[in-house]
C-alpha cells in the first residue's frame, strides 16, 4: 500500500511539473493572439435586442421590419459575422403599445444582457424605450418618424426613418409648386401625428401656407367622417392626413363616400401596400410623401441609393413574394448602421454610442450622415412624393 502511495505521489509531481512548463510565465493577451482571461470565445454570438410591433395597429410597420432584419442577419451570418462572430437577434412584440416596449426593453437589458437594442416601430413606444436606454447606458436604434426621438440628441440614441420635419418640409415644397396655399390636416392623437401636426404648424408660414383646419382622430377610431365634414366646409386646397394604417386609409374611403374634391396627401407612416389593400379604390389619386424604397424600380440609376436599394428590394421579394416598403428598410438600414459600429468597436458595447454618431452609410431610406448634433442623420431631399395609379405608387415629378 505504501508502495502504491508512493507511485502516486510520484505521477502527480510530475503532472504538476508538466502542466507548470507547458504553462508557466505570463498568460497570453488578446492581442498577443492568445486569449485573456475573461474574454469572449470568438464564436460566442452577439446579442442584439430588437422590440418590433408586431401585432396591433403598427403591425403594418412591424412586421415588415422583422422581416428585413431576420434576412440581413442570416447574410451576415453565411458570410462570416461580425469579427469572427454570428450575431443573434433576439426579437420582442410591443404589440403596439409603450408599457409592453418598456417591459421588453428591460427584458433585453437586464436578462439576455444585449449589446444594443433596434426599435420600435411606433414612436410613442420608441420615445418611452429611449428614456430606459438613457438610463442603462444602452444604445437604441429606433425605427419611428417622431423628431423628439433624437431632438435634442442623447448619448447612443439614434433613427433610421426621415422625421416628421422631413415629410412636412416635403410636402410643402409639392404644395408650394403646385401654388396651393391653403392647406387643412387632419392626424392621429398619438405621439407621431402629434409631432406631424407640431412640424406643420411650425413650417407652414416659411412656405407661404396657412392651415385652415386643424383636426384630430383617435388611432382606433373606426370613423372620421365628422372632422371630414368640418375640414370640407371650409376653403382649403388640399388635406394632409398624417397617422399609421388603418386610420389614412379609412380617411380617403370616407372622403370619397363625401365628395371631397381636394388633393389628400398622406404622410409616409401609411406609405406602404397596406394602405392600396385597405383603401381599394379610394386610394387612387392619393398623393404621399416616402422614401425611395418605395418604388425601387423608379430611381434613377444616377442615384447613389439605386444599387442598394434595388439589391435589398430583389433579396427581400426573393425570400417573402413581394417588395419591401420603407418600413422593411428602416429595420434593415438600423441593423446595416450597427453593425458597421460594432466592427469599428471591436463589438465593445462601452464604445458603441460615440461609433454610432460617426457613421456614414448609404442605406434604402437614404445616405445616412451622423453627427453629434444629427442622430437622424438625413435630409428632405431624399424623400420622394408619389401618387397612386392604377393601384400602384408612382413617382411624381
Known sequence: MKKLNGLFYFVLVFAMLVVSACGGGDKPSASAG???????????????????????????????????????????????????????VIIED??????????????????????????????GPSLAM???????????????AADQITNPTRAGIFKTPHTDIHGTKRIFKYLQEKGITKVAILNDSNSYGSGWTTQLKKYAPEYGITLVAEEKYGTKDPSMS??????????????????????????????????????????????????????GDSAEGVLLVAGKLLVPDQIDQGDAQAIVIKTFADTYKAAYGDYP????????????????ALQATNSDQTKLAEALGKVKHVGVTGEFSFTAEDHNGLSEDSMIMVEVKNGDFVVVN
Open 94 to 123: 410591443d404589440k403596439s403599445d409603450n408599457t409592453e416596449a418598456v417591459k421588453a426593453m428591460k427584458k433585453l437589458v437586464n436578462k439576455e444582457k444585449v449589446v444594443a437594442v433596434l426599435g420600435s416601430s411606433g414612436s
Open 325 to 340: 416598403d420603407g418600413f422593411a428598410g428602416y429595420g434593415y438600414d438600423g441593423l446595416n448602421i450597427l453593425v458597421e
Open 130 to 144: 429611449a428614456e430606459i436606454a438613457s438610463q442603462e447606458k444602452i444604445s437604441l436604434i429606433s425605427m419611428a
Open 226 to 279: 365628422s372632422q371630414l365634414t368640418k375640414i370640407k366646409a371650409t376653403d382649403a386646397q388640399a388635406l394632409i392626413v398624417a397617422g399609421t394604417n388603418p386610420g389614412p386609409a379609412t380617411i380617403v374611403k370616407e372622403a370619397k363616400q363625401l365628395n371631397f374634391n381636394i388633393p389628400i396627401i398622406s404622410s409616409h407612416g401609411s406609405a406602404n401596400s397596406k394602405f392600396i389593400e385597405l383603401a
Open 34 to 88: 492568445g486569449e485573456a482571461p475573461g474574454a469572449k470565445d470568438s464564436k460566442e454570438a452577439i446579442k442584439i435586442g430588437a422590440v418590433f410591433s408586431l401585432t396591433g395597429p403598427n403591425s403594418p410597420l412591424g412586421v415588415p421590419e422583422k422581416q428585413a432584419v431576420e434576412l440581413l442577419v442570416k447574410s451576415i451570418n453565411e458570410k462570416g459575422g461580425v469579427g469572427n462572430r454570428p450575431i443573434e
